[in-house]
Structures are given as structure tokens and as C-alpha cells.
């Protein structure tokens, strides 16, 4: 049997990078971290560290076996925090990520929410591109995400819990003076002639935009691929093509830009997932509850 211990012990060495560097962090002695180490590789029966090297690497077993120990560690901690929740000795806490676009519009009037009504709560807030966060949420590193999907994206190969929050259609945006400018609407077939900005090969927002295109029965010309809203709208507000956005997205809008509806826009719908077999704590269902209230205050298309 392999000890939560030990496996703690690697993975402050993997993640620090030096025995020194772990031990600091564990408040342990350097030959302490050794010994445990030395101890788990016996319980391994086969070598983990790579020692000699600088930055200190893990060898392929002590890769494999950081991949579950992030997982057992995970699971352990979580049944600290529920067992100190039944027994009111926890002050609570939560761990919130978000696509970009979530973190700088809805994220902040959440978290400014859940910290009026929950100030003994440790929360912790990070940022991730939609493919990274249900990695993170399978490592068991997050307690929550907002997410986005849509058909022309994969579903996710691990169990969710899903609480929807908003349906987020696009929207063309187009510079100042483009003869679609002052149009009440425009259907996506009209696009087929247009430069296109935005939308990097490989990428969500990419797949997105390439879906709804083909289903219009073209392929987009783009001439400038970026995942980065703001950088998109730079490029059409100087004149060099058109694109689509997310209305989450177009919040704040540059100068010299025009927003157009279209008649049969890509929708994105955006919810607030967690790992099914996770625990779900007093603190992430009252996040649940606030992050619904703030994405009704938005001026996206809310769900029901």
C-alpha cells in the first residue's frame, strides 16, 4: 500500500523542481524529503526521481504515479472537507475557474457576491482556455468551472454535473462604414465572400466558427486566426475583415465597430460544471446559486 504521505512528498518535488525546494514547502528537513522519497520508490519498487539533474525530473513510473496520486489526494482532501463540514469545524472552500471571457464579465460580480455572503470561505479563482478546464476538473483541481459547449465541439470524456447559466449567441461585428454596417440583420450565407477575422485553426472558437460557416455553405476566408476576442475586434475595427463574436464577448466594444444580429446565429451555451463523482460542498452550491443570479443581471441571453 502506498502512502498519501509520501505521494505528497512527490509531488511537491515534481512540482518545486529540487528536494531543497519541497522540503521548504513541506517545512520538512531536505534529507527528510529524500528518505520519503527513498521509502515510496521501495513501495513502488522502481525508481521515481531522476536525482542529478536540475531541475530534478520524475522518471516515467514517477510520472504515471503522479498522475494518480494527484487523483488520491484529491479524493482525500475532499472527504476532509465534507467531514468537516458535517462537523462545523471547516470555514469552507472553493476552487472557481473560468474561460477568459466568463473570468472578465460574469467572474467578478459572482465572486464580489459570494464574498458579501460567505467571507469565512477560502475561494480561489483561476483563468483557463476551454480546454483546459476539464482537464483540471478530472485532476480533481478545481471545485467548479464555467464551461462552454457546442456541437461543433467534443464532448467531455469524464462525468459532469452541469448547471446552465446562459445561451450565448454571435453576433457579426463589422468596422464602421462596411456596406453591411447599417443592416437590421444579416444571414450567415451573405458572409461567403468576406474576409474573416478570428477563429485559429485547432481552436474552440475556430471549430465554432468553421461549423456555422459550413452550415451556411462556405468556408470562411480568414485572414488573420486568433482565439483572442480582443485582438479580433482590433483587426476588424481598422478595416481588414469581418467576424463573429459571442455577445458575451462584445460586452465592451472597441471604437469603430458595428454590431449586426444574424438571422440564424451559432449559439454557445455556457454552464457551470463539476465532476460528477465530486463532492458538492455547501460553498459550490451557494456559487451555483450566484453565479445563475448574476448571469440573469447580464445582458446575454439568460436560459429559461
Not at 23 to 40: N, Y
Not at 218 to 223: E, H, K, L, S, V
Not at 241 to 248: A, D, H, K, M
Request: proline residues 6%.
Amino acid at each position: 500500500m502506498l502512502d498519501p504521505r509520501r505521494l505528497r512528498v512527490l509531488r511537491e518535488v515534481a512540482t518545486r523542481g529540487s528536494f531543497s525546494a519541497a522540503a521548504e514547502a513541506l517545512a520538512f528537513t531536505q534529507s527528510a524529503v529524500s528518505q520519503q522519497v527513498a521509502a515510496l520508490e521501495r513501495e513502488a519498487g522502481t525508481r521515481l526521481v531522476e536525482r542529478g539533474v536540475r531541475p530534478v525530473r520524475l522518471t516515467d513510473a514517477g510520472r504515471a504515479l503522479l498522475a494518480h496520486a494527484e487523483a488520491v489526494l484529491a479524493h482525500l482532501e475532499a472527504a476532509q472537507q465534507e467531514l468537516g463540514e458535517i462537523a462545523g469545524l471547516r470555514r469552507g472552500r472553493l476552487r472557481l475557474a473560468g474561460f477568459p471571457t466568463a473570468v472578465g464579465t460574469l467572474v467578478p460580480r459572482a465572486v464580489a457576491r459570494f464574498h458579501q455572503r460567505h467571507p469565512e470561505v477560502g475561494l480561489t479563482v483561476l483563468d483557463d482556455h476551454g480546454q483546459g478546464l476539464i482537464p483540471r476538473l478530472a485532476r480533481w483541481e478545481l471545485d467548479l468551472a464555467i464551461i462552454y459547449e457546442h456541437p461543433a465541439l467534443p464532448e467531455p470524456d469524464v462525468e459532469l454535473e452541469r448547471t446552465q447559466l446562459l445561451e450565448d449567441p454571435f453576433d457579426l461585428v463589422v468596422p464602421d462604414g462596411h456596406p453591411l454596417a447599417g443592416r437590421s440583420s444579416v444571414a450567415l450565407e451573405e458572409l461567403a465572400d468576406q474576409t474573416w477575422i478570428g477563429g485559429a485553426p485547432g481552436s474552440a472558437y475556430g471549430a465554432i466558427v468553421l461549423h456555422c460557416c459550413r452550415a451556411a455553405g462556405f468556408d470562411p476566408r480568414i485572414a488573420f486566426g486568433s482565439d483572442d476576442y480582443n485582438a479580433v475586434q482590433a483587426f476588424v475595427a481598422v478595416g481588414l475583415g469581418v467576424t463573429v463574436l459571442p455577445q458575451l464577448a462584445l460586452l465592451f466594444v472597441r471604437p469603430g465597430l458595428r454590431r449586426v444580429r444574424l438571422t440564424t446565429p451559432p449559439v454557445r451555451q455556457i454552464t457551470a460544471a463539476r465532476l460528477a463523482a465530486s463532492h458538492r460542498s455547501v460553498a459550490t452550491a451557494s456559487m451555483l446559486s450566484i453565479l445563475k443570479e448574476t448571469a440573469e443581471d447580464s445582458n446575454v441571453r439568460t436560459v429559461g
